[in-house]
C-alpha cells in the first residue's frame, strides 16, 4: 500500500478549490502519519472516541473532520479541536456542539447532513426540514456554531446517472440555502460530497470537499 503514491494521484484529479479529505477511521496512528508525511493535512473520523484518542498522538496542525452520524453525548470528545462536523441533522444536535463549543471558548463549523439516497438507512435533513432549523429562535441564539455549507452521500449503486442526479439535487439544495438563508455569509461554500468510487462524478457537480479512504489507505478495518 502506497499511501504517498495514492494521495499523489487522487490530488493531481483535484482541481485547487476542492479539499482532500483522507478518512482514516479504523486506521492506525501510523498510516494516519504515513499520509501527513506525504503532505496530508485534513483527516475524517467517524468514531469521536476514536477521533480524540487518535488526536494527541498526532501532529498539532492536522485538521480533524467528523464525518459520522453525530451523537449528542459524544461531542465533549472531540469539541476542544475538531475542524468541520459534517453530520449535522438536527437542533438537539447543533445547541449540544455550541454549548460544548462555548466551553472550549471556541466556535465549531458544521454542515447540514441531507438525505439524498434512495437508501433509507442514510441519515439527513430535507429541505423543509433544514428550513425549520435555520428559522428557528434558539438556533439564532447559537453564537459559537457556524452553518458552513452541506453534505451529502449518495445511494451506493454503479448506476453513475442515480449518483449524479443525487449531486445535483444536493447543489441545487445547497444554492436555495444560501439564497434564502446565507447571502451575505461569505463562509457558507461548502458541498461535502464524493468518496472513493464516485468523487469524480461529485466534484463535476460541484463538490468542494471529497471523503476519500479506500483510494488512499486500502480496504477499510471492520471492527
Given at each position: 500500500?502506497?499511501?504517498?503514491k495514492n494521495?499523489?494521484?487522487?490530488?493531481?484529479?483535484?482541481?485547487?478549490?476542492?479539499?482532500?479529505?483522507?478518512?482514516?477511521?479504523t486506521?492506525p496512528?501510523?498510516?494516519?502519519?504515513?499520509?501527513?508525511?506525504?503532505?496530508?493535512?485534513v483527516?475524517g473520523?467517524?468514531?469521536?472516541?476514536e477521533?480524540?484518542?487518535?488526536?494527541?498522538q498526532l501532529?498539532?496542525?492536522?485538521?480533524?473532520?467528523?464525518?459520522?452520524?453525530?451523537?449528542?453525548?459524544?461531542?465533549?470528545?472531540?469539541?476542544p479541536?475538531?475542524s468541520?462536523?459534517?453530520?449535522?441533522d438536527?437542533?438537539k444536535?447543533?445547541?449540544?456542539?455550541?454549548?460544548?463549543?462555548?466551553?472550549n471558548?471556541?466556535?465549531?463549523?458544521?454542515?447540514?447532513?441531507?438525505?439524498?439516497?434512495s437508501?433509507?438507512t442514510?441519515?439527513?435533513l430535507?429541505?423543509?426540514?433544514?428550513?425549520?432549523?435555520l428559522?428557528?429562535?434558539e438556533?439564532m441564539?447559537?453564537?459559537?456554531?457556524?452553518?458552513?455549507?452541506?453534505?451529502?452521500?449518495?445511494?451506493?449503486t454503479?448506476?453513475?446517472?442515480?449518483?449524479?442526479?443525487?449531486?445535483?439535487?444536493?447543489?441545487?439544495?445547497?444554492?436555495?440555502?444560501?439564497?434564502?438563508?446565507?447571502?451575505d455569509k461569505?463562509?457558507?461554500?461548502e458541498?461535502?460530497?464524493?468518496?472513493?468510487?464516485?468523487?469524480?462524478?461529485?466534484?463535476?457537480?460541484?463538490?468542494?470537499?471529497v471523503r476519500?479512504?479506500?483510494?488512499?489507505f486500502?480496504?477499510?478495518?471492520?471492527?
Amino acid at each position: 500500500m502506497d499511501i504517498k503514491k495514492n494521495l499523489e494521484a487522487i490530488r493531481s484529479e483535484l482541481p485547487v478549490n476542492v479539499k482532500l479529505i483522507a478518512v482514516s477511521k479504523t486506521k492506525p496512528v501510523s498510516m494516519i502519519q504515513e499520509a501527513y508525511n506525504a503532505g496530508q493535512k485534513v483527516f475524517g473520523e467517524n468514531k469521536a472516541q476514536e477521533m480524540a484518542a487518535k488526536y494527541p498522538q498526532l501532529p498539532k496542525d492536522i485538521e480533524w473532520h467528523f464525518i459520522g452520524h453525530m451523537q449528542s453525548n459524544k461531542v465533549k470528545y472531540i469539541a476542544p479541536f475538531v475542524s468541520l462536523i459534517h453530520s449535522v441533522d438536527s437542533l438537539k444536535l447543533l445547541k449540544e456542539i455550541n454549548k460544548q463549543a462555548l466551553k472550549n471558548n471556541r466556535t465549531i463549523d458544521c454542515l447540514l447532513q441531507f438525505h439524498i439516497a434512495s437508501e433509507e438507512t442514510k441519515f439527513g435533513l430535507n429541505l423543509e426540514e433544514a428550513g425549520a432549523i435555520l428559522t428557528n429562535g434558539e438556533f439564532m441564539e447559537l453564537k459559537n456554531v457556524r452553518i458552513c455549507g452541506v453534505m451529502g452521500m449518495a445511494t451506493f449503486t454503479s448506476n453513475n446517472n442515480v449518483i449524479r442526479k443525487e449531486f445535483k439535487n444536493l447543489k441545487n439544495i445547497f444554492e436555495k440555502l444560501k439564497n434564502k438563508y446565507f447571502d451575505d455569509k461569505k463562509y457558507f461554500k461548502e458541498i461535502s460530497m464524493g468518496m472513493s468510487g464516485d468523487y469524480k462524478i461529485a466534484v463535476e457537480e460541484g463538490s468542494t470537499m471529497v471523503r476519500i479512504g479506500t483510494k488512499i489507505f486500502g480496504e477499510r478495518n471492520i471492527h
